[in-house]
């Protein structure tokens, strides 16, 4: 198949803008809890009415202090309640947020600012209020900076209590669906970031789609209220998608800056979401965690089987769905019950014991962990999409799961294979272009398609699969084209490696550069009885190597032998932003990782 079209279950919006639903839900249901605040440990709820408050509030503050329609504003944080309040406010006086990640480096943060003629910006704390002053100099257009922890909603709410609520409201009455919303600017494996920008008509449809098709996941059981805690940065358009659809559909947002499990685990417990958006290595994290407790009890046998029977269930149920099969047998419906006691209900109680559905995107999922998740009662609807497509373009529907696949369009849109290969996007979410630069806005945008730079192929149910980046296939010396994004997930898959990145570009053989997984180390070196080691007394350790081993020749059982990882070098290092070999949505900088090192890639073709 090289082309599917989805029909469309909305309408696009003929009017309005983003921040009109806050005020309608006030109206509507006053009392209804839209978002939760965490302060001091504690969450607390926020109504409808008290949010649309804030909101009004603070975009008089906005108005006071000379933000005026269509101006950028840049906003500098991690993920967390006030910029959700800042985002609406902005909408609400018909300005443009302009996200930056907090880790941007200062020279990146001046391209941004520059590139978007921000007039405003607000930060999180001092470290990067200290980034943004030591370029304001270069930045003459720029009027204002707010500090977060240091009182600016307080500030600005006093200063906006003169200006007339009408104001802010004849601001947003004259907000369309075709007025620019937000100006994301892409992270950027190479190059400078572009600035996508996006309208709020993108975003309404966008939203609305995910809401409407995926009403199981944006709904909850009987006496439960739908909610989700999101801990994707809001620089980022999944966790944009996420902030807009929960507002419109009404569903409680509660925020959390931190993706790491040890800060994460704790809040999913204490929030008790019904759904959550993430990214793989979340989910990985989950398995892997629970799968290390089970070792550290003595169960990971039963574990094991745990997992294997999970797999069957939910592989035996999308064969159902598919027609290809009768569905769990009596026996394996037996032992999956069995199993649903001792090891699955305690992975959902790691998520907050309410979790039943969860949507994964920005990197590839592995086939065996949605399985794993599905049979232990959580479905994942893996997904892909771009920062130029608002989010999601495709998606696995409800009720026709195909794990492995990024799903189908999502309703309303169409996915066409070019003939060689590159997947390309139509539809109402699809971006307008880059701002300030056209010449790359033609080479994407092609008559209303968006090109996207991946390789893919539709299935004959058009379900979408990835297969890899036309800038980042390898081609060896003998001329073999290798697409390294499957071999890499699969090593990462082990519970010892962190990450993996494949080199081989004109050399004779595809090689792998690794990092470790500390956690799984630790716990490695534990159930040995050897000593906690730093990485770098470990990377040729030959027990740790065979196991390692024993992870790249399972990967290899993907491709053929020319294809295959020949040789492989442990790194005592992560590849980290900090240093420049990832963006800040966790994406490897492949050329920066070869320059980095240089060294370490020549040993792996020294005879």
């Given at each position: 198949?090289r082309?599917?079209?989805?029909?469309p279950?909305?309408?696009?919006?003929p009017?309005g803008?983003?921040?009109d639903a806050v005020?309608?839900h006030?109206?509507?249901?006053?009392?209804?809890?839209?978002?939760g605040r965490?302060s001091d440990?504690v969450w607390?709820?926020?109504t409808?009415a008290?949010f649309?408050?804030e909101?009004?509030?603070l975009?008089k503050g906005?108005l006071a202090?000379?933000v005026?329609?269509g101006?950028?504003?840049?906003?500098m944080?991690r993920?967390?309640?006030?910029?959700t309040l800042?985002?609406?406010?902005?909408?609400?006086?018909g300005a443009?947020p302009?996200?930056v990640?907090?880790?941007?480096?200062?020279?990146?943060?001046?391209?941004?600012?520059q590139?978007?003629d921000?007039?405003?910006c607000v930060?999180?704390d001092?470290?990067q209020a200290?980034?943004?002053g030591?370029?304001?100099?270069?930045?003459?257009h720029l009027r204002?900076?707010?500090?977060?922890?240091?009182?600016?909603?307080d500030?600005?709410v006093?200063d906006?209590?003169?200006?007339?609520e009408?104001?802010v409201?004849?601001?947003?009455?004259?907000?369309?669906?075709d007025?620019?919303?937000t100006?994301?600017?892409?992270?950027?494996?190479?190059?400078?970031?572009?600035?996508c920008v996006?309208?709020?008509?993108?975003?309404m449809y966008?939203?609305d789609t995910?809401v409407?098709?995926w009403e199981?996941?944006?709904?909850a059981g009987p006496?439960e209220?739908?909610?989700t805690l999101?801990f994707?940065?809001l620089?980022?358009v999944f966790?944009?998608?996420?902030?807009?659809?929960?507002?419109r559909a009404?569903?409680?947002?509660g925020?959390?800056?931190?993706l790491?499990a040890a800060?994460?685990l704790?809040d999913?417990?204490?929030?008790?979401?019904?759904?959550?958006l993430g990214?793989?290595?979340?989910f990985?994290?989950?398995?892997?965690?629970?799968r290390?407790k089970?070792?550290a009890e003595?169960?990971t046998?039963?574990?094991d089987?745990?997992?294997e029977?999970a797999v069957?269930y939910?592989?035996?149920?999308?064969?159902k769905?598919?027609?290809?099969g009768?569905g769990?047998s009596?026996?394996?419906?037996?032992?999956h019950?069995?199993?649903?006691?001792?090891?699955y209900g305690?992975?959902r109680?790691a998520?907050?014991?309410?979790v039943r559905?969860?949507m994964?995107?920005?990197s590839?999922?592995?086939r065996?962990?949605?399985l794993?998740?599905?049979?232990a009662?959580?479905?994942v609807?893996e997904?892909?999409?771009?920062t130029e497509s608002?989010?999601?373009?495709?998606a696995?529907?409800?009720?026709a799961?195909?794990?492995g696949t990024?799903?189908?369009?999502i309703p309303?849109?169409?996915?066409?294979?070019a003939?060689?290969?590159?997947?390309?996007?139509?539809?109402d979410?699809v971006?307008?272009?880059?701002l300030?630069?056209?010449?790359?806005?033609e080479?994407v945008l092609r008559?209303?398609?968006?090109?996207?730079g991946?390789?893919g192929?539709?299935d004959?149910?058009?379900?979408?699969?990835?297969?890899?980046r036309?800038?980042e296939?390898?081609?060896t010396?003998?001329?073999?084209s290798?697409?390294?994004?499957a071999?890499?997930?699969r090593?990462?898959?082990?519970p010892l490696?962190?990450?993996?990145?494949?080199v081989?570009?004109?050399?004779p053989?595809?090689a792998?550069?690794?990092?470790?997984?500390?956690?799984?180390?630790?716990?490695?070196?534990?159930?040995?009885?050897?000593p906690?080691?730093?990485?770098?007394h470990l990377?040729?350790?030959p027990d740790?190597?065979?196991?390692v081993?024993?992870?790249?020749v399972?990967a290899n059982?993907?491709?053929?032998?020319a294809e295959a990882i020949r040789?492989?070098?442990v790194?005592?290092?992560q590849?980290?932003?900090?240093?420049g070999l990832?963006?800040?949505s966790?994406?490897?900088?492949?050329?920066a990782?070869?320059k980095?090192?240089?060294?370490?890639?020549?040993?792996?073709?020294?005879p």
């Open positions: 198949m082309e599917i079209t989805v029909p279950v909305v309408v696009a919006a009017v803008g983003l921040a005020f309608h006030a109206q509507e249901d006053p009392g209804r809890v839209v978002l965490k440990g607390a709820d926020v409808s008290e649309a408050a909101v009004l509030a975009a906005l202090q000379g005026r329609f101006e950028r504003v840049a906003v944080s993920t967390r309640y006030e910029w800042f985002d609406f406010a902005l909408w609400a006086i443009q302009v996200p990640y907090p880790t941007s480096s200062v020279e990146q943060v001046h391209w941004i600012l590139d978007s921000c007039t405003a930060v999180e001092e470290d200290m980034t943004v030591s370029v304001i100099e270069r930045l003459p204002r900076l707010w500090q977060l922890d240091a009182g600016a909603v500030a600005l006093a906006g209590r003169g200006v007339a009408d104001l409201h004849r601001h947003r009455a004259a907000v369309t669906p007025a620019v919303a100006v994301i600017y892409t992270s950027g494996t190479t190059g400078r970031p572009k600035g996006l309208t709020h008509g993108n975003f966008e939203a995910m409407a098709r199981s996941v944006f709904q006496g209220q739908p909610s999101l994707l940065p620089a980022h966790g944009r998608m996420v902030e807009v659809a929960a507002v009404r569903v409680k947002l925020h959390q800056p931190v790491a800060e994460l704790p999913l417990a204490a929030f008790r979401p019904t759904f959550v990214v793989p290595y979340v990985e994290k989950v398995f892997a965690a629970a290390r089970a070792e003595g169960r046998g039963p574990f089987r745990a997992v029977t069957r939910a592989e035996a149920r999308e064969q769905a598919f027609g290809t009768p769990p009596a026996g394996l419906r037996m032992e019950q069995l199993f649903e006691r001792l090891v305690k992975v109680e998520m907050g014991g309410r559905h969860a994964s995107g920005g590839a999922m592995s065996r962990l949605g794993f998740f599905d049979g009662g959580i479905t609807f997904g892909y999409g771009l608002c989010a999601a373009a495709t696995n529907p409800p009720g799961t195909k794990y990024v799903g189908r369009p309303g849109s169409t996915v066409h294979i003939e060689d290969g590159e997947v390309w996007l139509h539809g979410h971006f307008s272009g880059y300030n630069d056209p010449r790359s806005t080479a008559d209303g398609w968006l090109a996207t991946d390789l192929r539709l004959e149910d058009g379900y979408l699969t990835i297969t890899g036309k800038k296939i390898l081609v010396s003998n001329g073999k290798v697409s390294p994004t071999l890499e997930e090593v990462r898959s082990h490696v962190a990450q993996c990145v494949l081989g570009n004109d050399r053989y595809v792998a550069l690794l990092t470790l997984d500390m956690e799984g180390i630790a716990h490695w070196l534990s159930m040995r009885g050897r906690q080691l730093p990485a770098a990377v040729h350790d740790l190597t065979a196991e081993r024993r992870a790249v399972a059982t993907l491709v053929s032998q040789t492989f070098r790194l005592a290092e590849f980290t932003e900090e240093r990832l963006t800040p966790l994406k490897l900088k492949r050329r990782i070869e980095a090192y240089a060294q370490e890639v020549a040993a792996l073709y020294q």
